[in-house]
């Protein structure tokens, strides 16, 4: 039985291609079953993509068991987002945190949870992912206050223009001030 917070082993985003758009490998020193002993390299962590894509390219399903590992995923558009943890973790746990990450991500990219938004929109699909899953620890499953967290402020809808005509007048208003001050005395 795992009595362990870490539950995550890694995230991944992969394209219709089954390219990496994002992935995050966990495994902390401080995991209770300790160092990693799978998937350290680059190439290991490639082929590993490129096996689960074969595997979930279409769409249908939500969970498997791969290699190993229990796979949550869920398609949206033109990407995959995957969250991957052991073989015996709590698949709910796991597709909870994929739910909240993948609806707080499409409320910050305005629905389009696609490569493109995804790229160009890159720090705030890693804050919104760093909001959800730390160290591999699911830290949020509640999508509205992920997005919240990573949300930009909005500006003030009432924005000051400051221009040459405005400073003239902060000028002349100072000006008039300290005239009737001097005045007074």
């Known amino acids: 039985m795992n009595l362990s917070l870490y539950s995550v082993n890694a995230f991944l985003v992969l394209d219709s291609e089954g390219q990496r758009v994002l992935a995050k490998y966990y495994r902390p020193k401080s995991h209770p079953q300790g160092e990693?002993?799978?998937?350290?390299?680059?190439?290991?962590?490639?082929?590993f993509e490129k096996g689960l894509w074969q595997?979930?390219?279409?769409?249908?399903?939500?969970?498997?068991?791969?290699?190993?590992?229990?796979?949550v995923?869920?398609?949206?558009?033109?990407?995959?987002?995957?969250i991957i943890g052991g073989p015996?973790?709590?698949?709910?746990?796991?597709?909870?945190?994929?739910?909240?990450?993948s609806d707080a991500a499409s409320l910050l990219l305005r629905n389009q949870v696609e490569k493109?938004?995804?790229l160009?929109?890159?720090?705030?699909?890693?804050?919104?992912l760093d909001e959800t899953i730390d160290d591999g620890i699911i830290v949020e499953t509640d999508s509205t206050t992920i997005a919240s967290?990573?949300?930009?402020?909005r500006a003030d809808t009432t924005e000051i223009v400051?221009?040459?005509?405005?400073?003239?007048?902060a000028y002349q208003t100072v000006r008039e001030k300290v005239q009737q001050r001097i005045q007074q005395l």
């Open 88 to 101: 015996t973790e709590n698949e709910i746990i796991l597709y909870s945190a994929l739910t909240a990450f």
């Open 116 to 118: 493109r938004a995804v």
């Open 149 to 153: 967290r990573v949300s930009r402020p």
């Open 120 to 128: 160009e929109n890159l720090d705030l699909v890693l804050l919104c």
């Open 73 to 82: 995923f869920r398609h949206s558009l033109d990407v995959i987002i995957y």
């Open 162 to 169: 400051i221009n040459e005509q405005t400073i003239m007048n």
């Open 55 to 71: 595997k979930t390219k279409k769409p249908g399903g939500d969970i498997i068991l791969f290699d190993g590992y229990l796979v």
């Open 36 to 47: 990693p002993k799978d998937l350290l390299t680059l190439k290991d962590q490639r082929a």
